[in-house]
C-alpha cells in the first residue's frame, strides 16, 4: 500500500458537514484558550495545563477503547514510554528536548504495533487484563534497570533555561496544540474508513470480518495512533516536571481516570472525552481538594452514576435534551 492508499483508507469517509455556527464556537473557544495566559498566570496555567494533558490522554483512548471497544486500561505504557525515551535522549546524549518527544512517541507506536499483533487477538476482559500485564512488565524494567533509568530513585531532567512563568506559558501552548491534534485525529478518523471499520468491530467483530474488514490490522493501526499521541504527551510532561519515576508515569489509575472522563463525555464521540476529561478534572482541583481522604469514594460514586443514569455520556443527554424523563429512561435501559 502506497502512502496515499494508507491516507485514503484513514480518512477517507463520508463529506464533512460542519454547520457554520459550530465552526464559529469552535474558534472563538480555541482563541479564548489561546488568549487565557494573558490573563491568569501560575496555578491556573499549571491546572489547566494538567486538564490539557488528561484530555489528551483519554481522547488516545477513545481511538482504541472508543471507537474499537477495546478496553486497554494498561494504555498509560506508551505514556511511561515517551516519558523515559525523552528522559534517556536528553541525559545521556544530549538531544533536546522536543526530539526526545518525537522519537518516545515513534517508539511508543512502534511498541503498540509489536505487542498489539499477539494481544490484541484477544478480547473482552482478556485484553484488559493483557494491557494491565504489559504496563507491569514495562514499569518493572524500568525499576530494575536502575543504572539506565535511575530506577526507584527516579531520575531527575536538565532544568530549562528560561523564566519560569514562560516556561508554564510554552507547556500550557504545547499541551494545548497537542490537544488540538488529538481532537483533529479523533475526528478524521472518525468520519473515515477506519472509523466505519472499528465502529463495526466494536459492534459485532465476527460480522465485520466476514463483511471484508480485516479487523487485526484496523486495530493495531488505531492502537498504534493512541500510543503515539499518548507517547507525545508523556514526553512533554517528562520535560514540564523536571523528574519522573516509574510509579508516577506508568501509574494505572491515570488510565482509570482516562477511562472514567471518556464514559463520563462519550465514548465513541470526538468531543465526549474532552468535555469528560474537563468535567472531572475541574471537579477534581475544585471539589476533591476539600476530600482529601474521601476523593476515590467520590470517584467511585462518579462511576456508578454515570453508568447508571448516562450510560453513554454527557453528550447524548445533551442531544436528546436534558429532562427527568431522559434519565428515567436511561435507567430503565440499563435494568436486567
Known sequence: MTIEKWLLFLFDGAPVELKKNQIIIGIIIGLGFMALPLFIEGYWIRVLSSIF??????????IIAGF?????FGNIVFFGIGAYTTAMLMLRVGFPWWTGVFVGAILAALFAVLVGLPILRL?????????????RAVEQIALDWGSFTGGGKGITLPLPKMEIQSFYAMIYFIMFGLLLLTILTNFLIARGRLGYALRAIRDNEDAAEASGIFAP????IAWAISAFITGLTGGVFAYWFSFIEPAMVFDIMIAVKAFVMMMLGGAGTVLGPIIGAFLLELISETVW???LTIHMLILGIIVVGVVIFIPRGVLDLFRKKISLSALIRNIKNQSI
Open 289 to 291: 481538594g476539600q476530600f
Open 68 to 72: 474499537a471497544g477495546y478496553a486497554a
Open 217 to 220: 490490522t484496523c486495530k493495531v
Open 123 to 135: 478480547r473482552g476482559h482478556y485484553f484488559a487484563i493483557a494491557t494491565l500485564g504489559i504496563n
Open 53 to 62: 494533558m488528561y484530555a489528551i490522554i483519554t481522547g488516545a483512548l477513545n
